[in-house]
């Protein structure tokens, strides 16, 4: 019976929380990072609250910064289209080499 009320709060407190497990999993890429002591150990435990692992909690709350910041994504739009021109000029200076 307690396993029961257990798995219910855990489901409620799943409900409510910000970033919601994993439902399949993406193509990922490993990158190397250094994070203090304390923000690790938020990590570790807010991946726990979720039934997820720590890359993914990471991964998602980026996603989420990014989805917020508006003076980021006008940044990254301006930047975008600036390296996809650079990208397009190297690809024909090799296409003439």
């Keep these: 019976m307690q396993d029961v009320v257990e798995r219910e709060l855990r489901k409620e407190k799943k409900d409510l929380a910000l970033l919601k497990a994993p439902t399949k999993q993406s193509k990922t890429t490993t990158l190397q990072v ?5 923000v690790r150990h938020k990590i570790d435990r807010y991946a726990e609250f979720i039934d997820a692992n720590p890359s993914y909690v990471v991964s998602e709350a ?7 910041d508006n003076e980021f994504k006008r940044w990254l739009g301006q930047h975008i289209n600036n390296h996809h021109q650079e990208q397009m000029a190297g690809d024909a200076l090799r296409r003439n080499v």
């Excluded at 250094?34 to 304390?38: K, Q």
């Excluded at 980026?62 to 917020?68: G, V």
């Design 34 to 38: 250094r994070l203090e002591e304390e």
């Design 62 to 68: 980026l996603k989420l910064l990014f989805k917020k």
